[in-house]
């Protein structure tokens, strides 16, 4: 019984885990490249959970029948929509305040109060929900006393996909060779004849479809409403400080360990007392390794 009960509690802080990674890889690319503190990544995550409820309500009314297949248009209309905001936001809003860093904090918490203010003038207060593929609904049993939520299982797969897809972009192509040159030396990318502009530009945009599939995901285990994305916007900058700038795999490994640990210390402690207790943990770890835990150690 009480194996039983760890292996669901730790299959929860997957769960939890997929969600944070998917956010915290914007984040944690946008952040590395271009210094932006973008406060504003959680609302873009809002903005694809909506677009993943206005696909869910255009089946409902003009292709019932194929509801159990909205997910798979869903979730890249989520990530094309995101995207392309991003690109425009970072076109005509945030590459004003580079080298800026309080600044960009300052605009995009102004903006991410906009957002929201939007979202409730054009969605509603209220919240809204998506309904579950019939597929998607129930739970797999390995034995007896053991509950696997099947959505859970499909957020698990989705992410690992998308995790492998990002490391393809960044790892196995010109582009992502451009990338990681402007992160490591923006003036000598430049000199070289690499567009940073646009770089900067599709990088931010990446960002923000990363936050809009996050968005997709969150509506298969809760309801959206404006302030959806304030719930996870600071536990995904956590995660990226505490992970290590410039490193996602810093990142995946520091969204595992402190989903991990969420889950555990809220099956022990009260919600709020968990959060606690992880935020003076990180605390602890940043005073002993102030470049994060799993930080890429450069040559002096």
């Given amino acids: 019984m009480t194996f039983d ?9 997957i769960s939890l885990f997929t969600i944070l990674l998917l956010m915290a890889i914007g984040l944690a ?31 409902a009314q003009y292709a019932p029948d194929w509801m159990d297949i909205y997910l798979f248009v869903a979730i890249p209309f989520a990530f094309s929509v995101t995207f392309a905001f991003g690109y425009v936001l970072e076109r005509v809003f945030i590459r004003w305040f580079y080298n800026r860093p309080l600044d960009t904090m300052l605009a995009t918490w102004g ?12 969605f509603g207060a209220q919240e809204v929900s998506v309904p579950l593929a019939s597929w998607l609904i129930g739970a797999w049993e390995p034995t ?50 690499i567009n940073t502009k646009s770089v900067d530009a599709l990088t931010f945009a990446l960002g ?41 795999i810093g990142t995946a490994l520091s969204a595992f360990v402190i989903a991990e640990s969420q889950t555990a210390l809220e099956y022990l402690l009260s919600g709020s007392m968990a959060k606690a207790t ?14 994060g835990l799993f930080s890429i150690k450069s040559r002096g």
């Fill in 5 to 13: 009960i760890l292996l669901m509690e730790m299959f929860n802080g």
């Fill in 29 to 59: 690319i946008v952040f590395g490249l271009m210094g932006v503190i973008n406060m504003a990544h959680g609302e873009i995550m809002a903005l694809g959970a909506y677009m993943t409820y206005l696909t869910s309500i255009g089946f």
């Fill in 111 to 122: 903006l991410s109060l906009i957002l929201q203010q939007t979202y409730r003038s054009v």
């Fill in 144 to 193: 007896a006393g053991i509950q696997l939520p099947l959505n859970r299982i499909f957020i698990v797969g989705l992410t690992a996909l998308v995790a492998l897809s990002v490391y393809m972009l960044l790892y196995r192509t010109r582009w992502g060779l451009r990338v990681r040159a402007v992160t490591q030396n923006r003036a000598m990318s430049a000199a070289v004849g």
């Fill in 208 to 248: 923000s479809g990363l936050a809009g599939i996050a968005g997709c995901v969150f509506t298969m285990i809760g309801s959206t409403n404006p302030g959806t994305g304030q719930v996870y916007i600071v536990d995904s900058f956590i995660v990226v400080v505490f992970g290590g700038i410039q490193s996602l």
């Fill in 278 to 291: 992880i935020l003076v943990l990180v605390i602890v770890v940043l005073y002993f390794r102030p470049n």
